[in-house]
């Protein structure tokens, strides 16, 4: 299967840490975090990666797989991103799509890709331990996400009217099925670029749920970490250095 990993964007709220490197390649106890995925990536043998830069593109040549560039990356978004690979969803091949700026071990993948489902989202059921790291109130943050018995998600990325529709938070991973791929990029032309530049992908995916496309859940408890900002890094950091992993929620073995 093909993966393709978004990278870019400027990654503005983490300062003068994306001043001359872009957010993916931002190090988190002096590992880039793109090469995190890596791992997992080479861990089960998946080496068709792609990645879609922008912001300072030329940092990612040292990296020996397909690059695709958003040029208009200041006045876009990850949708926007995502279809400047459209190749890939003509190559008849399962598609992964990973945000750069979040790290994950390998059961998450491997669930994600096993997880049956025209599209799949994963999904962290137990998100609001890592929010409650993050941030004063997760309530602000965290968006919906509700599904029903079968996994079927029936929502997902709009602002909380309850705490009972955060039943689980999507994370920046996806999978979509060989054979769904052409009706995705269907549903992208008929909303038209002025519609979908500056979209989210999250909104996107809400939209094919919409359509009535199926989008299922393939769902963990932690092992992930998205580092969005200054503070982020800087309390993962130092985490990482006092060795407390577990509250990070990933294993030492990852840091190593």
């Given at each position: 299967m093909n993966i393709?990993?978004?990278?870019?964007?400027?990654?503005?709220r983490l300062l003068h840490h994306t001043q001359n490197t872009p957010k993916a390649l931002v190090k988190l106890a002096g590992t880039p975090l793109l090469d995190?995925?890596?791992?997992?990536?080479?861990?089960?043998?998946?080496?068709k990666i792609n990645i879609v830069s922008g912001y300072l593109e030329q940092e990612f040549e040292p990296y020996s797989f397909r690059r695709f560039v958003?040029?208009?990356?200041q006045q876009s978004n990850m949708l926007y991103s995502l279809m400047?690979?459209?190749?890939?969803?003509?190559?008849?091949?399962?598609?992964?799509?990973?945000?750069?700026?979040i790290i994950y071990e390998a059961h998450i993948l491997s669930a994600l890709i096993k997880q049956t489902g025209d599209i799949v989202v994963s999904a962290d059921k137990n998100w609001q331990l890592l929010w409650d790291l993050r941030m004063e109130d997760p309530m602000q943050d965290a968006e919906s996400f509700i599904y029903d018995d079968n996994n079927n998600i029936l929502e997902l990325g709009k602002p909380l009217t309850s705490a009972a529709d955060a039943q689980a938070q999507y994370i920046g991973l996806i999978k979509i099925s060989a054979k769904c791929l052409p009706k995705v990029v269907q549903a992208y032309d008929s909303l038209g670029l002025l519609n979908t530049k500056n979209m989210y992908l999250t909104d996107?995916?809400?939209?094919?749920?919409?359509?009535?496309?199926?989008?299922?859940?393939?769902?963990?408890?932690?092992?992930?970490?998205?580092?969005?900002?200054?503070?982020?890094?800087?309390r993962f950091e130092a985490l990482v250095k006092n060795h407390q992993y577990k509250v990070l929620g990933l294993r030492a073995e990852y840091f190593q």
């Amino acid at each position: 299967m093909n993966i393709v990993i978004l990278a870019a964007g400027t990654g503005s709220r983490l300062l003068h840490h994306t001043q001359n490197t872009p957010k993916a390649l931002v190090k988190l106890a002096g590992t880039p975090l793109l090469d995190y995925q890596l791992r997992v990536f080479k861990q089960l043998g998946l080496s068709k990666i792609n990645i879609v830069s922008g912001y300072l593109e030329q940092e990612f040549e040292p990296y020996s797989f397909r690059r695709f560039v958003n040029e208009d990356f200041q006045q876009s978004n990850m949708l926007y991103s995502l279809m400047k690979a459209k190749i890939l969803f003509t190559e008849g091949e399962d598609l992964i799509i990973s945000y750069g700026d979040i790290i994950y071990e390998a059961h998450i993948l491997s669930a994600l890709i096993k997880q049956t489902g025209d599209i799949v989202v994963s999904a962290d059921k137990n998100w609001q331990l890592l929010w409650d790291l993050r941030m004063e109130d997760p309530m602000q943050d965290a968006e919906s996400f509700i599904y029903d018995d079968n996994n079927n998600i029936l929502e997902l990325g709009k602002p909380l009217t309850s705490a009972a529709d955060a039943q689980a938070q999507y994370i920046g991973l996806i999978k979509i099925s060989a054979k769904c791929l052409p009706k995705v990029v269907q549903a992208y032309d008929s909303l038209g670029l002025l519609n979908t530049k500056n979209m989210y992908l999250t909104d996107f995916i809400q939209h094919l749920i919409d359509i009535k496309m199926e989008v299922k859940a393939s769902f963990h408890q932690r092992g992930w970490l998205e580092v969005d900002t200054v503070e982020d890094l800087s309390r993962f950091e130092a985490l990482v250095k006092n060795h407390q992993y577990k509250v990070l929620g990933l294993r030492a073995e990852y840091f190593q």
